[in-house]
Nanobody, 124 residues
Framework: QVQLVESGGELVQAGGSLRLSCAAS????????MGWFRQAPGNEREFVAA????????YYAESVKGRFTISRDNAKNTVYLQMNSLKSEDTAVYYC?????????????????WGQGTQVTVSS
C-alpha cells in the first residue's frame, strides 16, 4: 500500500513558478514509478510527467516539456514537480500517482494509487 499527499498548489501569475510535492508513505515507495497528472474543469485527467523508480528515466507531455521537471528523493519518500514559465492553460488540479514498474507511464489506468490533488491556478 502507498498513500500519497500532494502539496504546493496555489495561485500564481503567468510566467511564474511553483514546485509541487508529493509525500508518500509505505515501504515500497522507492520501487514504484511515480507520475503527475492534471485535470481541469470539464476535461479528462491528462498525463503531465513521470519518473522511474531510480529516477533514471523521466517522461513528459509535449505541452510541458522544457518547462516542467519531475524529480524524486527516495530517502524522503517524496516526488516533486518543478513548474516554470506557467501559463493559464496549466490551471488544473494536479495529482500524483504511483504504478509498479513495467507499465506505460502516461496512461492513468495503469496507476494503482492516487493522491487527493492540489489546485494550481495561473492568472493571466
Amino acid at each position: 500500500q502507498v498513500q500519497l499527499v500532494e502539496s504546493g498548489g496555489e495561485l500564481v501569475q503567468a510566467g511564474g513558478s511553483l514546485r509541487l510535492s508529493c509525500a508518500a508513505s509505505g515501504r515500497t515507495f522507492s520501487t514504484y514509478t511515480m507520475g503527475w497528472f492534471r485535470q481541469a474543469p470539464g476535461n479528462e485527467r491528462e498525463f503531465v510527467a513521470a519518473i522511474t523508480w531510480r529516477g533514471s528515466i523521466s517522461y513528459y507531455a509535449e505541452s510541458v516539456k522544457g518547462r516542467f521537471t519531475i524529480s524524486r528523493d527516495n530517502a524522503k519518500n517524496t516526488v516533486y514537480l518543478q513548474m516554470n514559465s506557467l501559463k493559464s492553460e496549466d490551471t488544473a488540479v494536479y495529482y500524483c500517482a504511483a504504478t509498479p514498474p513495467g507499465y506505460s507511464m502516461s496512461e492513468p489506468y495503469n496507476y494503482n494509487y492516487w493522491g487527493q490533488g492540489t489546485q494550481v491556478t495561473v492568472s493571466s
